[in-house]
């Protein structure tokens, strides 16, 4: 199985998109189209299942947030569903490397890519050659797109 460990903002919310949706007052999310349609690429091209790193997913013990069911929503509509989410373990010990390392170990992956616009790979530093890094001013587009797909490739 091959993964895509996504992040949202700066990632599929650009700079340009996060002003939309301020500019409702948070009524609406406004995910970048670009984002949407270079991540239904890479899923495409690789058959990847797309698994949630962001702070957008839900806090134990709490509903999701209307955000994280737009997101899941419009994720779903772009033939993109969500697959899963990285356990919560920042605890001010622990980081997103440290979500990601658990969530692998009881996963069996053949190939992944972290999409992310931020380096949270400090305590795990193997997971450098898995990012792909992206812009947040633009976030996700197609040349990252190509990138993420070079990665899978590389990894056989």
Known sequence: MDIIFLDVDGVMISEESFLLT???????????????KALRWLVKQT????????????MPGYGPTRSYLQFKSALTRN?????????????????????????????????????????RFHRHPELQQHWVRIDPEHGFTMKDAEKALEHFLAQG
């Not at 406004?30 to 949407?36: E, G, L, N």
């Not at 058959?47 to 839900?58: C, F, I, K, Y």
């Not at 356990?87 to 972290?114: C, F, K, N």
């Open 79 to 119: 033939h993109t569903p969500l697959f899963d989410e990285t356990p919560r373990l920042e605890d001010g010990t622990r980081d997103r490397s440290d979500e990601i390392t658990a969530w692998l170990e009881e996963h069996p992956t053949e190939r992944y890519v972290i999409i992310d616009d931020n380096n």
């Open 47 to 58: 058959g990847a299942q797309v698994v949630l790193t962001s702070s957008w997913r839900p």
């Open 22 to 36: 301020m500019a409702l007052n948070g009524r609406m999310v406004f995910f970048s189209r670009k984002a949407m």
